[in-house]
């Protein structure tokens, strides 16, 4: 008989092992596991489909349950919820329809990724308070969007995903709060982004109140939600969307005696190996290698979750491949800006890392300076003074934001300032001046690391 592979989550990081592995070894028996309906599902698309701008839902959809199941091969259950691993007798304990059974496995993959994080405000139960982070979150917003005709909308959290949230609403005409606790919007991006864009969302009519912990929601007679309530005052809302961040799933691995970091994500090694033999996790389950700091870090991201799965669904079927490291290489569309970031960015953050930063931020066009469309280009890179290597960068600015990919490419292969500044990059007048802007930005750097 065949070995079986068991993988517990169905989106991401599990469905792209599960594909993999069954495409390498045939022979292998890929069982996968979800507890909801949707699998390998685009949760980044989300806030598109509640703007307007994708019709439906299942347009996200990468790869549907039917054609896992007969193209790929792979035994899909939804529906089926892994509530216990039994690392000893290598088998799960799978919950669906009220029934129990066990199966067993030779190799598992804990992918049970992340939740929003629900902080203790009073009213989260309120109709119309929301948090996006699955597809039915997402369509019950759509639906109450479309049903009750909010005017106002209140969007608790300035990360990314509350970024693009304010955009999604605001272009359904509604009249748009986004509240933050902390000084700034987009706190992983640096204050140089973050003040480039919380400008935008101002031109854009979203009132921001920044430094502003929500304390709750008031709701009228029949339950609905009509205000955010702040220390001393309210502020009326139809409909809020809470997007303070996520907290790994963690639970199932640490019944089993599965080992977390200190970020509180599962630990793992380069090969997405928890400590328990036989048993990986990948994707926002689980820690990555941070390539600038090389210690282990959690980021949790879309395509972190797609290239370890798919390296994990390798390596069971006798190919050993690394999951890769990370830099925390994130991009967001707010309205008509691009914003972007890689590595470390934060002073405080680089020092505890051991280095001592020195930064520059320069502004430059995204084309020639004749041709017709340049738009202007805010570029901050960071690198450390003794070694003279780049360390972390972001950019903003209406195109090119993409450019930080540069940069990532710079931090994975350990380059210096000087490095990046000799990068053959390509030039052609509609596309970039001579001097790429991340060229530009290093060139300055160069000098200031020169004296
Ligand atoms: C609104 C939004 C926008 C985003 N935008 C971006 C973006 O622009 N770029 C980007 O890189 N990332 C983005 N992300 C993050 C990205 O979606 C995630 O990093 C990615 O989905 C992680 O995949 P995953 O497979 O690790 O986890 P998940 O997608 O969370 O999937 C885990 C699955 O496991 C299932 N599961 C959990 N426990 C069990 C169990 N015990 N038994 C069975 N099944 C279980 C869950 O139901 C779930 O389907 C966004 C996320 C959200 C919410």
Not at 49 to 68: A, N
Not at 185 to 208: D, I, K, M, N
Not at 251 to 263: M, S
């Amino acid at each position: 008989m065949g070995e079986t592979f068991v993988v517990v989550g169905g989106d991401a990081a599990g469905m792209s092992a599960a594909s993999k592995a069954k495409r390498d070894d045939p022979d292998l028996e890929v069982v996968a596991f979800e507890r909801g309906e949707w699998v390998s599902y685009a949760a980044c698309g989300m806030p598109y489909y509640v703007k307007g701008e994708i019709d439906s839902l299942s347009d996200l959809v990468q790869v549907t349950p039917e054609s896992f199941r007969q193209d790929r091969d792979v035994d899909l259950r939804t529906g089926h919820e892994v509530v216990a691993i039994d690392p000893e007798r290598q088998v799960v304990t799978v919950v669906a329809d009220g029934e129990q059974f066990e199966q067993p496995h030779d190799h598992l993959l804990v992918a049970t990724g992340a939740s929003a994080v629900m902080p203790p405000f009073g009213g989260l139960d309120l109709d119309g308070v929301f948090t996006i982070h699955d597809m039915d979150a997402a369509a019950a917003i759509h639906d109450f969007v479309e049903s009750t005709g909010p005017e106002t909308a209140a969007i608790v959290g300035g990360g990314y995903v509350g970024i693009e949230m304010a955009e999604a609403l605001a272009a359904r005409g509604l009249d748009v709060h986004l509240f933050e606790m902390l000084p700034h919007v987009l706190q992983p991006f640096g204050e140089s982004v973050a003040t480039v864009v919380e400008e935008h969302l101002e031109e854009r009519r979203v009132t921001l109140h920044l430094d502003t912990p929500v304390e709750g929601f008031a709701g009228d007679e029949a339950g609905t939600v009509e205000a955010v309530t702040l220390e001393s005052t309210a502020v009326p809302a139809d409909v809020v969307v809470v997007g303070v961040g996520v907290r790994p799933n963690v639970e199932l691995a640490e019944g089993a005696g599965i080992e977390l970091g200190d970020t509180g994500a599962i630990a793992t090694d380069e090969y997405g190996r928890t400590n328990v033999e036989h048993v990986y996790a990948a994707g926002d389950c689980a820690e990555a290698r941070n390539v600038v700091t090389g210690e282990p870090d959690y980021v949790p991201l879309a395509l972190t979750a797609n290239r370890a799965g798919r390296a994990i669904g390798q390596t069971v079927t006798g190919n050993p491949t690394p999951v890769g490291g990370i830099a925390g290489t994130a991009i967001v569309k707010a309205f008509d800006l691009g914003a972007a970031r890689t590595g470390v960015l934060d002073e405080a953050a680089a020092r505890e890392a051991g280095f001592d930063p020195v930064s520059v931020e320069i502004t430059a066009p995204t084309r020639a300076h004749y041709y017709p469309g340049a738009e202007q280009l805010t570029v901050a890179l960071v690198a450390d003074r003794a070694s003279g290597r780049v360390i972390g960068a972001s950019v903003v600015g209406r195109e090119g934001a993409k450019r930080i990919d540069t940069v990532a490419t710079a931090l994975h292969a350990g380059m210096t300032v000087a490095d990046l500044e000799r990068l053959d990059l390509a030039y052609a007048p509609p596309f970039s001046p001579v001097w790429d802007p991340v060229a530009t930005a290093a060139r300055v750097l160069s000098g200031k690391l020169d004296t």
